[in-house]
Nanobody, 124 residues
Framework: QVQLAESGGGLVQAGGSLRLSCAASGLPLRRYAMGWFRQAPGQEREFVAGINWTGAGTYYADFVKGRFTISRDNAKNTVYLQLNSLIPEDTAVYYC?????????????????WGQGTQVTVSS
């Protein structure tokens, strides 16, 4: 079965931290860029962070402002998103996705596999 599975979401107070994981099964991540997106109720899915297939190149949405860090372990077929200094506006379902290319991109159109998402809720 081919799937991406996110984990690590939850309820946290403002200023807190979470570490999201995205594990792939039946789906190789090596040589593909990966991305994290999020979607809040009533809003479109938006790009959060991307990482190239080697892990050497990363890119973040402006609203991240140094608070989040994307990383990957190709040996474990897993991608991570460290969320620090969380604010209530970060509340959303967070999705990981595999991009059909070795370098990151911001558009959802370039991603061919998606996880089911993990809920992150930040209370004030």
């Amino acid at each position: 079965q081919v799937q991406l599975a996110e984990s690590g979401g939850g309820l946290v107070q403002a200023g807190g931290s979470l570490r999201l994981s995205c594990a792939a099964s039946g789906l190789p991540l090596r040589r593909y860029a990966m991305g994290w997106f999020r979607q809040a109720p009533g809003q479109e899915r938006e790009f959060v962070a991307g990482i190239n297939w080697t892990g050497a190149g990363t890119y973040y949405a402006d609203f991240v402002k140094g608070r989040f860090t994307i990383s990957r372990d190709n040996a474990k077929n897993t991608v991570y998103l460290q969320l620090n200094s969380l604010i209530p506006e970060d509340t959303a379902v967070y999705y990981c996705a595999r991009r059909n290319a070795p370098t990151w991109g911001k558009s959802v159109d370039g991603y061919d596999y998606w996880g089911q998402g993990t809920q992150v809720t930040v209370s004030s």
